[in-house]
């Protein structure tokens, strides 16, 4: 699910039908800079940083901000979660001015966040804003809501560590290939952006490299699934070596072997 854009439907149809049109695609215009804020600030310490709220549409607005906690689980996809569920939620440490305003078209404002870092906290802890349009609603009528997002990630300096493992590795027949399935698991306490690739061998002769997908996401304490099809293999036994860069010091490997019928 991508956070950069959700365009959300407000309303009810009543028997199956809608008394007015919704507005054009282009009437839906809200952008936020930037898509992702990162800083460092030490525990004990407050800091306020700014995210810029752009109207490129051609009407007003009313802008809602609210905070939300997620996680990104094994598939990649985002689960949100009330405030405070979140293990490594700032919410609650988070301050935001203003929570509601009006935007004129082709104009922008500044929306602050002042976070206050408890003492005793260490390694990163992060939380996704949503800026959230309030359409008039009408009755009968179909009101559409657009919403955009911005993850904030706070690191304690000097306490982040980076650290992963290869938890899983398994290899599935599919109709266009071999597919292979490496799990990772993010020991470390923050984030961290996946590449790799897994070298299939019969004997010790590499007869295969897939490559996986580059930047996957992996949250803190968080888990991924990745997934990619190799080629065709004959019958006969192999062993499938998985190799992940999560930004660590060295790249970390996974085994299975598996017979192709």
């Not at 979660?81 to 988070?94: C, F, H, I, Q, V």
């Not at 790799?196 to 002769?205: C, D, F, L, P, T």
């Not at 991924?224 to 099809?229: D, K, L, P």
């Amino acid at each position: 699910m991508s956070l950069r854009r959700l365009t959300v439907f407000l309303g009810a149809v009543a028997l199956g039908l809608l008394a007015t049109a919704a507005p054009a695609p282009a009437d839906l215009s809200l952008d936020v800079s930037p898509a992702k804020y990162e800083f460092q600030l030490a525990a004990g310490k407050a800091q306020t940083i700014p995210i810029l709220v752009r109207n490129n549409g051609s009407a007003s607005v009313h802008i809602q901000v609210s905070l939300a906690d997620f996680l990104v689980e094994r598939d990649g996809n985002y689960k949100f979660l009330p405030l405070g569920k979140g293990p490594y939620s700032m919410a609650s440490w988070t301050d935001v001015n203003p929570r509601e305003f009006d935007l004129d078209p082709q104009s922008f404002k500044q929306v602050r966040f002042t976070i206050s870092v408890p003492a005793g906290m260490t390694g990163e802890y992060s939380d996704l804003v949503f800026f959230t349009t309030r359409p008039p609603r009408k009755p009968g009528g179909l009101a559409i809501a657009e919403r955009v997002a911005s993850k904030l990630y706070e690191i304690v300096p000097d306490t982040a560590k980076f650290a992963g493992e290869i938890d899983d590795v398994a290899a599935k027949p599919d109709a266009s290939g071999e597919k292979y399935v490496v799990g990772f698991h993010n020991t470390g306490n923050a984030h961290v952006y996946l590449s790799g690739r897994v070298e299939i061998k019969s004997g010790s002769q590499v007869i295969d490299r897939v490559i996986l997908p580059k930047d996957m996401l992996v949250e803190r304490n968080g888990k991924r699934m990745i997934e990619a099809v190799g080629k065709k293999l004959a019958a006969g036994s192999y062993s499938a070596i998985a190799f992940i860069d999560y930004g660590g010091p060295n790249l970390i490997a996974g085994q299975t072997n598996f017979v192709v019928h």
